[in-house]
């Protein structure tokens, strides 16, 4: 579509009520990002209130019709994914604006290939709209929905603000503002009206402000946690490199509030900072300390919900993993949600079924199980297909259940193994009949991907009571379990050995398919090592893949696969939520070891001393043998391990008198030489020098610097053109 153009989404789709929107960027060097937000807007371009804006810590409506879904990496870059359940949207709301807005500086010009879709429930792509003429803008506005009648259309918009989200919020009359002098204070009163409210006392005010959000109705999905307890500050516009926005109204905890008429006299004394929509209820996550045993001894086991030491068959481990997963799902909305979401299931009420019968043909298939979810008196159904134990998924059984699907207007096939889906390499071949008028969309999880949700709400996010943590913690305790089989992907393939001697006696040429094997290996572990690490720490964490504009995944790691064969190395970037750099990964096949490192800038305007020991002090915890390297113009410069670099700092500076932009930390180790998951394995070898380098160098150094500029409540109007100014602290997460 070009800029300005809109177009129906019933005239491109007979299955468009609910829809996923994604929001897609690149760059070069494989570190761009940005955040969506979206906003819903009455007849007059407002929201109705601050419940109608949904940004990072505001991701998902309780009713369902808007939930931000998260990043997908895509080749230089990555894809936000956003659910927008149309059947769903209040009927107060006429426009739906999707947007997405930079931080620390950073401006749209500096990525490549932004670009919005819109799929239907089935998965196919409906349109597309892609922004050639991004410049020194910090957000844009990529498109909107709009109701027409009873139809849904689609406008391709490309708007652009240079004062980033603070201005492009002020035109639909949110107001934004940024933490105070009394931060602090605020958390101390937070806390104690969460302690309250678990014991039964209302917390904040006795009435709930106008606009408050209702909690969610028995069964429905409750929001994550800052849906439902707003933090004191809203995550994506702090993160914003301009200034934050003020409005009409006054500042609330959430720091947005609804815009009203008339205003505040200038003159008069700031007005006392109220309380924001709050609700009584707490959200429950489980204490990272474990209780005391009241066991005897360390022989005795707990008694466990779901037992897994009987387990001795594949299909024992397949029956029980689909019957444990997919009941917990059903008992556990905001976890059946987060799993059933991103396949355009709407939020609603679930049931779950295993070894169900159906008809097809001659002999009738039994598909491991069947979800249902009900709202508004629709259904949405998908069929389940699981493997454990590092089985591969077949072809001919997947194609099977794909017809049955079709011919029973069934939404979804979803598939559940170890292994990890990439893009552009299908773990399963299926043809589809194209004219067939239903669509089934075939998904794929992984069972990291399961452990991954479940452990990022019961540790960060949160659920709603104490029995559904105590449900996923069963879900945890059984997947992690040596017989269960669902312990994610284990397995490097049999390539690796025949490439690993290859590359010992320089016999591997390039254009190797076993090359390209192990590469897509890799690829599938960094994925997994991203999924483990960021549900552990409650951090977004991503892997970096820098390639050239305009390759396609096969080219990029065939290329990769060159270089494997060449240099004997394999190479991958991972970026946790607001470290200091990219953490590289190097498996050098040749030498045997593994090489974990960040690079992290050199302080502005500081003496090179002076940030030769700073970086000392920061890394006073940091194991002795850390390699820590000088980095200059264009070149290295002094290096040595940490204990000889301690008393001396000064033996960082380089002789000739070089400026100094940063400095590189790694730490080497071993590297298992085995396939598999083994002690000695190079998996989990990998696991362990993530693990290592992360608790040890890159805890300890400062986080990325993402300050916002503060401002008065008074001078909105100055503020909203206002450049972009460091402050003094970064944001937490």
């Known amino acids: 579509m070009t800029k300005g153009a809109n177009v129906g989404l019933a005239d491109l789709s007979d299955d468009a009520g609910s829809v996923i929107a994604s929001l897609s960027w690149s760059s070069t060097s494989g570190d761009g990002d940005a955040d969506v937000s979206v906003l819903l807007l009455d007849g007059g371009g407002k929201v109705r209130s601050d419940s109608d804006f949904f940004y990072y810590n505001n991701p998902a409506a309780a009713d369902g019709s808007v939930q931000l879904l998260g990043k997908t990496p895509t080749d230089g870059g990555s894809e936000d994914r956003i659910s927008l359940d149309l059947t769903a949207v209040p009927a107060g709301v006429e426009r739906i604006v999707v947007a997405a807005s930079r931080y620390g500086g950073s401006r749209f010009g500096e990525l490549d290939d932004l670009r919005m879709t819109v799929a239907d429930r089935a998965g196919d792509v409906l349109l597309g709209f892609s922004i050639a003429d ?47 002098e009394n931060d602090n204070e605020d958390r101390d009163e937070d806390r104690d009206n969460d302690r309250n409210a678990s014991e039964g006392a209302v917390a904040g005010q006795a009435v709930e402000p106008p606009g408050a959000p209702a909690p969610p109705a028995p069964g429905e999905a409750a929001g994550p946690p800052a849906a439902q307890e707003p933090a004191s500050v809203p995550r994506q516009p702090v993160r914003e490199a301009g200034s934050p926005v003020s409005g009409a109204g006054g500042a609330t905890e959430t720091g947005i509030t609804e815009s009203g008429a008339g205003g505040t006299d200038p003159a008069a004394a700031p007005p006392r900072r109220t309380r924001g929509p709050r609700t009584a209820k707490k959200k429950v996550t489980l204490p990272a300390v474990v209780k005391k045993s009241l066991a005897e001894n360390d022989a005795w086991h707990a008694a466990r919900l779901f037992p897994a030491p009987t387990l001795k068959s594949d299909k024992e481990r397949e029956v029980r993993a689909t019957s444990v997963l ?12 987060r799993l059933t979401a991103a396949f355009g299931a709407p939020a609603g009420r679930m049931e779950t079924f295993t070894e169900v019968s159906l008809p097809h043909g001659d002999t009738p298939k039994r598909p491991d199980g069947v979800i249902r979810v009900e709202r508004a008196g629709k259904l949405w159904t998908a069929l389940v297909e699981t493997k454990t134990n590092g089985n591969a998924l077949r072809s001919e059984q997947v194609q099977n259940y794909m017809d049955i699907a079709a011919r029973r207007g069934y939404e979804a096939v979803i598939t559940l193994s170890n292994d990890v889906a990439l893009e552009g390499s299908p773990l399963v071949d299926v043809k589809t009949d194209g004219r067939r008028k239903h669509k089934v969309a075939l998904r794929h999880l992984s069972w990291a991907e399961v452990a991954h949700q479940a452990h990022m709400l019961i540790r960060h996010e949160g659920v709603g009571n104490a029995a559904h943590a105590w449900l996923l913690q069963e879900l945890l305790h059984y997947l992690q379990h040596e017989n269960s089989g669902c312990h994610g992907f284990q397995n490097m393939g049999p390539s690796w050995v025949p490439v690993r001697n290859g590359i010992d006696t320089e016999t591997l040429s390039q254009g190797d398919a076993r090359a390209v094997e192990v590469v897509e290996s890799w690829e599938r572990l960094i994925r997994q090592v991203c999924l483990r690490l960021g549900g552990e720490l409650g951090q977004r964490t991503l892997p970096v893949q820098r390639a050239q504009r305009g390759t396609t995944p096969q080219s990029r790691r065939a290329a990769l696969a060159d270089r494997l064969c060449e240099e004997g190395r394999l190479t991958a970037g991972l970026r946790v939520e607001d470290s200091p750099g990219v953490i590289t990964i190097v498996a050098d096949l040749r030498t045997g070891k593994l090489r974990t490192s960040v690079e992290i800038p050199a302080p502005e305007g500081a003496y090179p001393l002076t940030s030769a020991k700073r970086l000392m002090r920061q890394l006073a915890d940091a194991p002795a043998d850390l390699h820590v390297e000088t980095l200059l113009d264009g070149r290295s410069g002094p290096r040595g391990t940490l204990e000889r670099l301690r008393p001396e700092p000064g033996d960082m500076l380089p002789g000739d008198g070089s400026r100094i932009t940063g400095f590189r930390l790694s730490l080497f180790k071993g590297m298992g030489l085995s396939r598999g998951n083994a002690e000695s394995g190079f998996i989990r070898s990998v696991d362990d020098a993530v693990d290592r380098f992360h608790a040890h160098v890159i805890a300890h150094l400062p986080a990325a610097d993402r300050r916002p500029a503060r401002r008065s409540q008074d001078g909105a109007q100055e503020a909203a053109s206002a450049p972009a100014v460091a402050a003094d602290a970064p944001v937490p997460a």
Do not use: C, H, N
């Open 326 to 337: 997919l009941s917990v799902m059903a008992q556990v909305p905001e976890f059946g949600r």
């Open 134 to 180: 991004a410049g020194v803008e910090s957000a844009f506005i990529f498109g909107e929905l709009y109701r027409r009648g009873t139809e849904w259309k689609y406008r391709a918009i490309g708007q652009g603000y240079e004062t980033g989200l603070a201005g492009l919020a002020t035109d639909f009359g949110i107001d934004v503002d940024d933490e105070g």
